[in-house]
Structure formats: structure tokens, C-alpha cells
């Protein structure tokens, strides 16, 4: 394993360097930010790669103001769509016990998580986006407001419905709020 | 602080470490930097390659480059695509309005009808059950996440996956096998005359059994496989599918590209889909070793065939003469049966040798060839060396050349 880092670490890097920097900065973050909402590292792992791959593609890289926001955004909508694209809930069977009798209790502690992720994709996009952003990643209601081009009070009104329409869902679920 | 807002923070805080995904990535994004720049440096030449103007070891390579690169062939396309003019609209007759709706109510029916008769007889009943399973198999709904055993029912459109280092064999209704690798996610519908196996993420490998009246399909985002008896692995991600066909033929259908018809050995991607060898593709498999052993034995039968002498060209014709004078079509082929005999043999020794091919030859991998064989085999025996068809003008009535 030591060696394969060694390996790929060693490699001659193909990417543009602006490129190569942003992923060496910032790929923890932008996985951290895919599997807050996907609940899935393989799912994680793709957007990862999604995200960069478009960077690459479209060569801008080196433009970015403000590339942290920029990649948390990317980042959060890729894995709402892979969240959306499901046909059913997820379950995170990459850190789930493969045998044993601890599949069933983990199961079920991941119930509730995975039915909070669910109901976030089904929200309207901008409203999910908003949500992740304060909630998942930490941002503050300006700096959010910065982010998408509206205003604080827009991203208050929108916070507020998101949580209203998430904790129904965990109502119905059976959870004390 | 309430449960809402425990279990959100729990969902910020319950990160795994991004680990060897990242070196994973790195490589690939290495990779896809490396096309690019190659890509770019073709793309440039689109223009004079277009006009003609681009000197000849040039647009060899520019060619070779456009045969290996679909991403650059629609970029081409794109270069060269045509203007659309709209035309002045034509004054067009009453009775043809009157036949075009006729035609567009008879073909509206036919095409309703089957989505009628679809719904009517429409087997009920589970659509699959669980054959083996070795680790996590769950079934997972919006009630849900259920853990699967062996025997259990899989009923129309569950999904069910495998965990990490899980897999699980399904079998469909009709005996065809579907071996999930782990981390995989597929759900099963079946109408009256097609089976579907939607594959969202992961890979399956599909033992197909022979499809009496209905077909088999394995449905991914942005790719339909469809097949009637034979072996083949399909993958499904975020970038694409990618189909390798281990044994017998498949039609791959996928949106916006022509379709393309696959046989042993072949492989198909879709999107930004890695390739990568068909045997590497099968590795994961409980049946890899068999399967393998089939590629590499049905390659060397198929090199032995075509090694086998075909009948010399034919410059005369003793069957010519009593041809019906007003015969419209001619064909005229050599009698094949000696040459089927002698590929049987091959068949039958190699089975011999291999016990994969033994089980491939004997069961009904090879069904399909063997009653074709048989069939030729049993009329070409009554057959001289020439054999000449007919379409005479006054069919049924022959006239014998005086």
C-alpha cells in the first residue's frame, strides 16, 4: 500500500500545474463534501474525479477566485445529482461490517441518515444546495449569500424551509424533534 | 441540542479519511491529462485536415487519431456539420393527408398494442431469487434496508446491492444467472416478452439462458444490452458503461451513437468509461478461472476454423442447365456440410482438453450453434458439391430446357 502511494506520489503529474495544486489542496475537502451528502465513499470517490475531471476539461483552473467555494459547490451538486440519479435510498456498504451480526444494528443506525439524505435530494436544487452549504459544510449565512449572488435574507427564508420539510420527514420516521 | 440536529451534525462530522481514492483519482486524472493534451494537439488540425490541406504523415495520424477517439470524432463532427435550411413548405394533396393520418393511426396502434398486451399478461411473482451469496446482500426501498439470505424472493423493481467485499449470485425465472461484484446495485422488471436487469452502479456478469419468445436486457444510464443466450459482463458508473462480451454475440444500444454488435473477445464503452481488457473486466468473478479458460479456448477454435481449406472457386456449373429459363435470382454456393463435420471435430476435441469448453460444448452455451449445425449437417448430406437456388418469374412452374 505504502508503495503504491510512493508510486503515484512519484509519478510525473500530466495535469496543468494550476490543476495539480488545486488537487493537492483541496481533493479532502471536496471528498469530505461528496460523501457528507451521498453517504457512499465509492459514491465520493466518483464526484471526486468528476469534479476534477471537468476542471481539466474546461482548462480553468488557474482562473478560480475563489476555488474552495467554487469546488465545495461543484462538489455538493454532483453528489446531490448522484443522490437524485438513485432509485432508492443509500446505505454506506463500504463501511458497513461485511459479515457478522453487526450488519443489521449498523443498518439500522444508518436508517435515519439515509432517509435525511433522500429527502434533501428531493428538495428543490437551489434549496438543497443552500442547506448542505450551512449545514453540511459549515458556511455562514454571507458568505452563502456571496456564493450564489442572492441576498441574506433569501438565504434565511430558504434555510428555514429546508429544515421544515427535513424534520416532517424525520416526524414521519418516528423521531422526536 | 434535538435529534434533527444531532443527526445532522453526525452526518458532518462521520467523514471516512479520503485514503488511496485519492491516488486512485490522481492517476486517472493523470491519464485523462495525458489524452487531453494529444487530444488538443489533433484538434488544432481539424481545419486544414478538413480542407485537405494538412500534409500526408499528418493526416495519417490525425486519421488514426479520429479512428481510436470518439471525443474527438464528435468534435470533428461537429467542425463539419451541415447548415439546417428550412425549405418553403410544398402544398401537399387532400388524400395524402387523408393516407398520412391513416398510416400514423395504424402505426399508433401497433405501437400501443404491445404496451397493452404488456400489462395484461405481465408474469406475477417474484422476478428472481437469491442463488449464493458470499458477505452483505441488501434489499433497500423507501421502507427500508433489508438484509437478504439465500432463497430469498426478489420481486419487480427492488433494488438490492452487495456490500464491500460482497458478492451474490441472483437467478432469474428463466435460469439465466446474474453474478453481482461488490458494491453493486441492480433492480429486475419483467413484462411479458423482455426480461430487465437495470444495473445503476457497480458490475454484474450475466450467464444468459436461451430466450424462447422474449429477449434479455441489462439497462444502464446511458447504455441497453440486449442478448439471447450467451455470457458477458457489464459495468455501470458516474462516467459511462463499458460491456465485454466473454461468449456468444450482444447488440449494445446507446443514445445518440449507432448501434453496435458485440461478439467473444469485444468490448464496448460509453462516455468517459475506462477500457480495459475483457479478461481483467471478468477477474472479480467466483468463475473467473472458468470463463478465462473459455476466451483463450474458443479463440484457438476459432483460429483452427478459419485454417480450414474452403471449397476452390468454381468456374463451371453442372446445375446451370436446369435452372427454370425465367428465373429471375441465381445463387449458387458450395455444399459446407464436409467443412462443418471436420469443425465439429475441433469443437469436440478441444472439449477434450478443456473442461470449461467441455461444459460450454455440452450444455447450452453452444445450443444455439450445434442445432444450426445439425440442421445444415442434415440436408447438406443429401447434397452434392454445388448447390444452386432459384426464383423463377411463374413461381411453381417449372420449364425444363429443351
Known amino acids: 500500500m505504502l508503495q503504491m502511494a510512493e508510486a503515484t506520489s512519484q509519478m510525473t503529474s500530466m495535469m496543468p500545474r494550476a490543476l495539480d495544486d488545486l488537487y493537492a489542496e483541496y481533493h479532502g475537502t471536496v471528498f469530505a463534501a461528496a460523501y457528507r451528502v451521498t453517504g457512499s465513499a465509492a459514491d465520493a470517490e466518483d464526484v471526486l474525479h468528476t469534479v476534477f475531471l471537468r476542471l481539466l476539461k474546461q482548462g480553468e483552473a488557474a482562473q478560480l477566485n475563489n476555488p474552495e467555494g467554487y469546488l465545495r459547490r461543484a462538489a455538493v451538486n454532483a453528489a446531490l445529482d448522484v443522490v437524485r440519479m438513485r432509485r432508492g435510498a443509500d446505505v454506506d456498504l463500504d463501511r458497513m461490517p461485511s459479515r457478522g451480526r453487526g450488519v443489521m444494528d449498523q443498518l439500522q443506525n444508518d436508517d435515519l441518515k439515509r432517509q435525511i439524505r433522500t429527502a434533501l435530494a428531493e428538495l428543490p436544487e437551489r434549496t438543497a444546495e443552500v442547506f448542505v452549504l450551512r449545514h453540511f459544510e459549515g458556511h455562514k449565512n454571507p458568505e452563502i449569500a456571496r456564493m450564489l449572488g442572492i441576498s441574506q435574507i433569501a438565504v434565511a427564508v430558504t434555510l428555514h424551509r429546508a429544515r421544515k420539510k427535513l424534520q416532517d420527514t424525520l416526524r414521519k420516521a418516528g423521531v422526536q424533534q | ?402
Open chain 2, 1 to 402: 441540542m434535538n435529534d434533527f440536529d444531532r443527526l445532522i451534525d453526525s452526518i458532518r462530522n462521520d467523514v471516512p479519511p479520503v485514503g488511496e481514492a485519492a491516488d486512485r483519482v490522481r492517476a486517472k486524472l493523470n491519464e485523462a491529462a495525458g489524452a487531453n493534451s494529444l487530444c488538443g494537439s489533433f484538434r488544432a488540425d481539424f481545419a486544414a485536415y478538413r480542407t485537405g490541406t494538412l500534409a500526408e504523415g499528418r493526416r495519417m495520424l490525425v486519421d488514426d487519431h479520429l479512428h481510436s477517439c470518439a471525443l474527438c470524432r464528435r468534435e470533428y463532427a461537429g467542425v463539419n456539420a451541415a447548415k439546417v435550411v428550412t425549405m418553403p413548405k410544398r402544398a401537399v394533396a387532400r388524400r395524402w393527408v387523408l393516407a398520412t393520418v391513416a398510416a400514423a393511426l395504424t402505426i399508433g396502434v401497433g405501437l400501443a398494442a404491445p404496451s397493452v398486451l404488456d400489462r395484461v399478461l405481465t408474469p406475477e411473482g417474484p422476478r428472481a431469487t437469491v442463488a449464493s451469496i458470499e458477505g452483505t446482500l441488501v434489499a433497500v426501498s423507501s421502507e427500508g434496508v433489508k438484509a437478504l439470505t439465500v432463497g430469498a424472493a426478489i420481486e419487480e423493481a427492488q433494488e438490492i446491492r452487495t456490500g464491500k467485499e460482497s458478492h451474490a449470485i441472483v437467478r432469474l425465472r428463466d435460469g439465466s444467472l446474474v453474478e453481482m461484484r461488490e458494491r453493486s446495485e441492480l433492480s429486475i422488471e419483467e413484462k411479458w416478452r423482455s426480461k430487465t436487469v437495470r444495473l445503476a452502479r457497480g458490475s454484474v456478469i450475466v450467464e444468459a439462458a436461451k430466450q424462447r419468445e422474449g429477449r434479455l436486457e441489462v439497462a444502464t444510464a446511458d447504455a441497453l444490452v440486449t442478448v439471447h443466450g450467451t455470457i458477458f459482463g457489464v459495468s455501470a458508473g458516474l462516467r459511462g458503461s463499458r460491456v465485454s462480451v466473454i461468449e456468444g454475440e450482444v447488440r449494445v444500444e446507446e443514445a445518440g451513437a449507432d448501434i453496435a454488435i458485440l461478439h467473444r473477445g469485444d468490448q464496448k464503452t460509453t462516455n468517459a468509461m475506462e477500457r480495459t481488457a475483457v479478461s481483467e473486466d471478468v477477474s472479480w468473478s467466483q468463475n473467473s478461472a472458468k470463463y478465462l479458460a473459455l476466451l483463450v479456448d474458443l479463440r484457438s477454435v476459432g483460429e483452427q476454423i478459419s485454417l480450414l481449406p474452403l471449397p476452390g472457386l468454381r468456374y463451371t456449373s453442372s446445375l446451370i442447365n436446369r435452372v427454370p429459363v425465367d428465373s429471375v435470382v441465381v445463387t449458387a454456393f458450395p455444399n459446407l456440410t464436409g467443412m462443418l463435420d471436420e469443425a465439429e471435430r475441433i469443437f469436440d476435441d478441444k472439449a477434450k482438453q478443456s473442461a470449461a469448453m467441455a461444459e460450454w460444448w455440452q450444455k447450452s452455451g453452444a445450443h444455439n450453434m450445434r442445432e444450426a449445425m445439425e440442421h445444415i449437417r442434415s440436408t447438406g448430406i443429401y447434397l452434392g458439391d454445388e448447390v444452386i437456388t432459384a426464383l423463377p418469374l411463374h413461381g411453381g412452374r417449372w420449364f425444363w430446357p429443351k
